[in-house]
Every structure is written in structure tokens, then in C-alpha cells.
């Protein structure tokens, strides 16, 4: 076994070995006032009350996959589709880099008409005129297209599995290949991307079991990045009439995650801002350490709608971006333009 470490600094702290009864009892609320000033002194200790901002740019609304939770969905006729240009792409990027941002999230639906070619292309253009961090979220795509795109230059692919239960999975994305998306994860840690990958808190049908399951497999996985959020129903869905999840339970996942895997990078994601508002900047008190604000071009951030409440801001970047360390500051904590790589020392065999 090699050892390939991301970032000069390791994790400070040792990860916190739970049982499944443990992260059973504490996911159903047993001892939150434990479980959520553990895990902010864990968050405080590792990133020194720094939340690294991480620019994300939505770059097309094509989807053809049919994930049953998702707005996205190619059965969804209602969506005002999208698809920018490399030229609205890379000024998106510029905007990134000019506020000083360290890091740029490439995501899109599963739009295989962005060939490997002019994704590699993209990547190598951004690196060269840019000193960036490139997070990729771009599906279900190839072996070989996450090879040539790592030797481009990108540095970082999240792929949420959603759920590690099989049959729930099975429920919730047809068509889609579970096996096939955890050898992807495995697949992507040997070409030595930081990977990430998380979960729907609260999916329908998901139990509590389910998630305490779903916490450990995430946690054997050794990722770098643990992105975790509450489902949140989609008029035009097959879940559209399933209840939303909890913005607690959500943050009781952060708060486990964050004490089992201290050094991982773990967003508060924007699903929290939209199921209730202030829950995404409490969830930096509770485990998280990133925020991910758009910078998709306000004509179109509107229609990359997954689920309601995604990018309502229409203001332009710099003004959403102040507006966000804004609510860090309120909290106490310091807005990082750092890159943020993961702290997890991280093993390929
Ligand atoms: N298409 C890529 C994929 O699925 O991996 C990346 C884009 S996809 C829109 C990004 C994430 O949105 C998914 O991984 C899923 O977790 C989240 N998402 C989609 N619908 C959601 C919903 N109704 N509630 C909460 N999260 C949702
Ligand atoms: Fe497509 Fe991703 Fe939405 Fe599934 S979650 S429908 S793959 S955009």
C-alpha cells in the first residue's frame, strides 16, 4: 500500500470510533448536546474557524438519467433546459478567480454531450490562465474519461452514491448501476483524485438503520469530501408528494461524519438553505467546514432547479458571495479563499 498525502497538513485529530448502536442512538437524537459541541471542537481544531468557499458553476440542466428525487430528471418536460457555451464557462471561472476564490465546482446533470475531449479542454484552459483547485461533478462518466480528465489537471470528483442500501437505491435511481458507482468511487481514488461522495438524508424509504449503515460504509470509504444533505420534494418528480427531510437529522449526520472523519471536507450544503433558511450557517457549528455559492450566470441559475428554493438569489456574484461571509462572520467564523485540500491522508493500494 502506498501512501499519497493531499495536503502538507494531515488531520490533527484521531477519527472517533462509533459503533452502529452509537451513531443509532445519536442520529435519533439521544445526546445532541454532546454530539454537536464534540463535533464543533473537532471542525474548530482541524480548520481553525476557517470555512473554505468553493465557487460552483452549474453549467448544464441536461440529464439523461431518471433519478427519482431529482428536478433534473429527463421525464421532466417542464425544465427550461440549458447547456453554456466554454466561452460562459470559463467567464463564470474568471468571476471565481477574480473575487479569490481557491477552488471552482464543475457540475452538470449527466450531459454526455460534453465530450471527454472538450472537458479536458476546459480543465487545462482554467489551470492555465487560473490558480485553482477543480472539483468535477459530473456523473456517472467513464473510466477513462476520469483519467484523461485527472491528467488534465483536475483535482477533485464528487459522486454521491445517495445511499449505500442497495434496494433503496434501486427504488430511487432506476436504470442506474450501483456496483458500477462504488467502483467508480474506488476507480477515482487510484487516479488520486480527492473524492467525495454523500448521501440524501431522508430519501423516501430511507430509515434510521439505513442511514447509520450508510454513515459507516461513507466512513470505510476514507473520502476526502462528505457531502450530506435533507431531500427535498420536487413537484415534478415521482417523489413529489414524500415529505422533506430534517435539517436536524441532517445535521446530526454532519455531526457524525465530521467526529469519524476529522479531516474530510464537509459542505453545508445549499439543500439545507432552501428546506430553512439560517439551517445551512448553523450547520457550520455542527460539523460542516464548506460553503459552495453559484456563480451559474443568474439567466439560467434559476433553471437548474433539482429541487424548489435552489439558486432564488438572482443578485449578481460579488454581492452573493459578501452576502455569505457575512452570515460566516455572524457565526463567528473566518471565510477561507484558501484551496481547502482534504486533510485526509488518503491509501491506494
Ligand atoms: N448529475 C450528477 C450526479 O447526480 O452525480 C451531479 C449533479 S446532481 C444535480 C447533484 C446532487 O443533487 C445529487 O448528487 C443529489 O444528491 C442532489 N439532489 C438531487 N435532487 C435532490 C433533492 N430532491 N433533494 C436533495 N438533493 C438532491
Ligand atoms: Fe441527473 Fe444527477 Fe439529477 Fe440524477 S441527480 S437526475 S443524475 S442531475
Not at 462518466?141 to 459522486?159: F, I, Q
Not at 448521501?199 to 473520502?223: K, S
Not at 457524525?256 to 439545507?272: E, F, K, Q, V
Amino acid at each position: 500500500i502506498q501512501q499519497v498525502s493531499f495536503s502538507p497538513q494531515p488531520s490533527l485529530l484521531k477519527p472517533m470510533a462509533l459503533s452502529y448502536a452509537q451513531i443509532l442512538e445519536l442520529l435519533q437524537g439521544q445526546d445532541d448536546e454532546w454530539l454537536f459541541s464534540r463535533a464543533q471542537l473537532a471542525t474548530e481544531l482541524e480548520f481553525q474557524q476557517q470555512v473554505y468557499l468553493r465557487g460552483i458553476v452549474e453549467f448544464s440542466n441536461h440529464c439523461r438519467n431518471h433519478c427519482h428525487y431529482c428536478g433534473l430528471r429527463s421525464e421532466n418536460r417542464q425544465v427550461k433546459r440549458y447547456r453554456l457555451s466554454n466561452e460562459e464557462i470559463l467567464s463564470a471561472v474568471n468571476n471565481i478567480a477574480t473575487l479569490g476564490l481557491g477552488t471552482v465546482v464543475l457540475q452538470s446533470g449527466d450531459d454526455f454531450s460534453y465530450s471527454c475531449k472538450r472537458i479536458s479542454t476546459l480543465i487545462s484552459e482554467i489551470k492555465q490562465r487560473h490558480d485553482l483547485a477543480i472539483t468535477l461533478s459530473l456523473g456517472d462518466r467513464k473510466h477513462h474519461e476520469l483519467e484523461n480528465w485527472r491528467e488534465a489537471g483536475a483535482d477533485r470528483y464528487l459522486l454521491k452514491m445517495e445511499t449505500f442500501d442497495r434496494a433503496l437505491f434501486a427504488r430511487c435511481r432506476p436504470k442506474a448501476h450501483f456496483d458500477e458507482r462504488i467502483a467508480r468511487l474506488a476507480h477515482l481514488k487510484s487516479l488520486g483524485f480527492q473524492t467525495g461522495s454523500g448521501i440524501i438524508i431522508d430519501l423516501p424509504g430511507m430509515t434510521d438503520a439505513i442511514l447509520a449503515r450508510d454513515i459507516q460504509y461513507l466512513t470505510e470509504l476514507q473520502l476526502d469530501m462528505l457531502a450530506c444533505g435533507p431531500f427535498i420534494a420536487h413537484a415534478q418528480t415521482p417523489f413529489a408528494t414524500s415529505p422533506n427531510g430534517s435539517a436536524l437529522k441532517s445535521h446530526r449526520v454532519s455531526a457524525i461524519l465530521r467526529l469519524m472523519n476529522p479531516g474530510a471536507n464537509i459542505p453545508a450544503t445549499s439543500s439545507l438553505d432552501a428546506l430553512e433558511k439560517g439551517t445551512r450557517e448553523q450547520a457550520l457549528k455542527r460539523g460542516c467546514n464548506v460553503i459552495m455559492p453559484s456563480f451559474t450566470p443568474t439567466q439560467v441559475s434559476g433553471d437548474y432547479s433539482i429541487y424548489p428554493g435552489k439558486n432564488q438569489q438572482q443578485h449578481p456574484a460579488a454581492e452573493r458571495l459578501n452576502h455569505v461571509c457575512q452570515l460566516i462572520q455572524n457565526h463567528g467564523l473566518i471565510p477561507s479563499f484558501n484551496r481547502g485540500d482534504s486533510k485526509r491522508v488518503q491509501y491506494v493500494s
